[in-house]
Structure formats: structure tokens, C-alpha cells
């Protein structure tokens, strides 16, 4: 069985086709920094335009690059949400439309479900796990049961923490996409010269919060000497602000850890998905989290815990060998929570 899959959630256009032989046939991901870099962030139209340029090329050269063309392709998947509802509609409707005119089921994809999945796409991870999903829209803990079967234990009541990271860069100047930039310019800087809460550590349940962290990032460049801000200065606030993260992210995964060996004492894995899963240092420390709590640790390479096709499609294979495909009635979503019934966090601003 093969899906080719669609992703247009935020700002990249992404196409791949997949086998449920765990066989990533293409992958292909055009991204759109040039056009959002102006802005030092993701503006939604400029998004739509780019993906409505970019779709059918992309699209095209998966297929290409997969080596068996329509012929080969069983079902069509493409993201329905959650994210910028204009890029979702352009992978919705492409996706539609393709299916239509081949003759091929849809399959509706949670962008959420497809990060969740994507380590038994790398890794053959079986359920159940816990899984941490970090992002720049995004920052959950959940208990992935079964395809379409999650229990969410924590998430964040106000910014995500790639939101965080993001944000953090534009006060320091380093550009968009914040992310990376952080964690180079962290490199070579002393992680104990500010100091920096850590929000909501040592506080009970598993939830988030960054606003705060970001708030003090702040106080701390204006308390810098007036003038420009110097390498080691940016060096040394990029360091404490990701040990920071780290900790928070380790410590609130700790205690999921304990909730999810509760409820499932048979469960053996740690996965942590989503764009900042592939900070190093992040990783480091919730790997030494999940060995010091006998867990095995899994994370999908750096190209599939951001935004991509692979991710989409291999959830579509998961979905459709299950008999779950979708009418082309489906409407995208711009908010849909993988456990519509989890209590909100206490706090403003819940990201869903």
C-alpha cells in the first residue's frame, strides 16, 4: 500500500509518498523563510499565496521522485487541521481534488495524529507510548493509545515553547526562523550567567507555560549596558534561555512519566516529535530523562520532526488500513485537539 500525503498547516508545502512497509519513497518540502523572513515570522497570507504557487510542484516531483506514479498510489492523505486555515484549505482542496480525479479514497489528516505517528514510521514504536509534542504552535504531553485513541496530560496554558524560541530571537535580532538560531548562537555561550525562571517547575499536573520565560528574557536585555547588544551577551542569553526550556520540558515530562506508567505499566517508550525536537540539546536531556526512568527513547530524524509530507502520509496509511478515510465533504479545521476532552489548562490562551 502507498499514500501520497499533503502538508500546508503553516509555511511549508510538502509532499511525500509512503509504504506500509515504513518505506519513504519521497519527501519532498519547499519552505518558505525567503517569504516570511521580512516579517520575522509566519504572516497567513503570505503562506496561502506561497503554497497555492508551490502545491502542484511539489506534489509532482514526490511522485516523481517515489519511481511509481499514479499507478502506485492507493490513497491520497493530506493535513485538515489544526493550523493557518489558508494553507489548509490548499492542501484540503488539492488533496480533494486528486482523489477525485483518480478515482482514490481521501484521508483527512490531524496534523497533531500525524507527528504522533511518525515514530512507528521511523522507529516501529507500539503502543502505547508517551509522547512530548513541541513546536512552534504546539506543546503537549500525551498518552498515544491507538490510532485516533490519545489521552493528553499536560499542555501549555499560554505560548508554545518553538513560540518561545522564536520570540526570543526577534528581541535578540537573530532572525526568523528563531529556532536554530538560538541553539547556534547557545553554542558557545555560559548557560548560568542570567538567571531565568523556570515556570510552573515543581507545581503539580504536567502543563506549560513560557510567556513568563519570555517576559524575563526581556528585562534581561534591558539590563544590559545601553548600546549594541555584544556576541557574548546574545551568547550567554541563548544558553540560559534554552537550559531553562530543557529543564521545564524535563521536569513536566517526569511527572507524565509517572501518570502514563500508572495507567499503562507495560509501556517502554518515550517519543518526542514536533520542529523542536530536533534542538540537540533539548533532545539530550529528555533522552537522559527517559534512560534514567528505564524507558526507551525515540525521536524521528531532524527533516521529519518538522513540518513534512512523509509525516502526513505515513498517518494516511495508518488511517486507511484501519478503513478510516474521509468524504470530500470534509471541512478543514483550524482547531482540532487530539483529546477533545481533556479539561482546559488554567490560563489564557491554550493552544489546541
Not at 63 to 89: H, M, R
Request: proline share 6%; glycine share 12%; charged share 20%.
Amino acid at each position: 500500500m502507498r499514500v501520497l500525503g499533503i502538508e500546508t498547516s503553516c509555511d511549508e508545502t510538502a509532499a511525500a509518498v509512503v509504504s506500509d512497509r515504513r518505506e519513504v519513497l519521497s519527501n519532498v518540502v519547499h519552505q518558505q523563510l525567503a517569504d516570511h523572513q521580512p516579517f520575522a515570522g509566519v504572516v497567513p497570507e503570505v503562506a496561502a499565496r506561497a503554497h497555492l504557487d508551490q502545491v502542484g510542484r511539489v506534489v509532482q516531483a514526490a511522485l516523481d521522485q517515489s519511481g511509481v506514479g499514479w499507478d502506485g498510489i492507493d490513497a491520497v492523505a493530506a493535513t485538515a487541521g489544526p493550523g493557518l486555515i489558508g494553507g489548509v484549505l490548499v492542501g484540503v482542496m488539492t488533496g480533494k481534488a486528486l482523489a477525485a480525479a483518480r478515482g482514490l479514497p481521501f484521508v483527512a489528516v490531524n496534523h497533531l495524529e500525524a507527528h504522533a505517528l511518525t515514530a512507528r514510521l521511523t522507529d516501529d514504536v507500539q503502543f502505547p507510548y508517551l509522547l512530548l509534542l513541541v513546536s512552534g504552535g504546539h506543546c503537549q504531553l500525551l498518552v498515544v493509545e491507538a490510532v485516533g485513541r490519545y489521552r493528553r496530560l499536560g499542555t501549555t496554558i499560554d505560548d508554545a515553547v518553538g513560540e518561545a524560541f522564536d520570540k526570543t530571537a526577534k528581541m535578540l535580532g537573530l532572525g526568523y526562523p528563531g529556532g536554530p538560531a538560538v541553539e547556534r548562537a547557545a553554542k558557545g555561550g555560559d548557560a548560568g550567567r542570567f538567571e531565568l525562571p523556570r515556570p510552573l517547575k515543581g507545581r503539580d499536573g504536567c502543563d506549560f507555560s513560557f510567556s513568563g520565560l519570555k517576559t524575563r528574557v526581556r528585562m534581561a536585555i534591558e539590563g544590559l549596558p545601553p548600546g549594541p547588544m555584544q556576541d557574548r551577551d546574545i551568547a550567554d542569553l541563548c544558553a540560559s534561555f534554552q537550559a531553562a526550556v530543557a529543564d521545564v520540558l524535563a521536569e513536566r515530562t517526569g511527572r507524565a512519566v509517572d501518570m502514563f506508567l500508572e495507567r499503562h505499566p507495560a509501556g517502554r517508550t518515550l517519543v518526542v516529535a514536533g520542529g523542536v525536537a530536533a534542538n540537540q540539546a533539548i533532545r539530550a536531556r529528555l533522552q537522559d530523562l527517559a534512560a534514567d526512568r528505564g524507558l526507551d527513547f525515540a525521536v524521528p530524524a531532524p527533516a521529519l520532526c518538522t513540518d513534512n509530507g512523509a509525516m502526513v502520509a505515513w498517518a494516511g496509511v495508518e488511517r486507511f488500513r484501519l478503513g478510516l478515510t474521509d468524504g470530500l465533504d470534509f471541512r478543514p479545521r483550524p482547531r482540532w485537539p487530539l483529546d477533545p476532552d481533556a479539561p482546559k489548562a488554567v490560563g489564557a490562551g491554550v493552544k489546541a
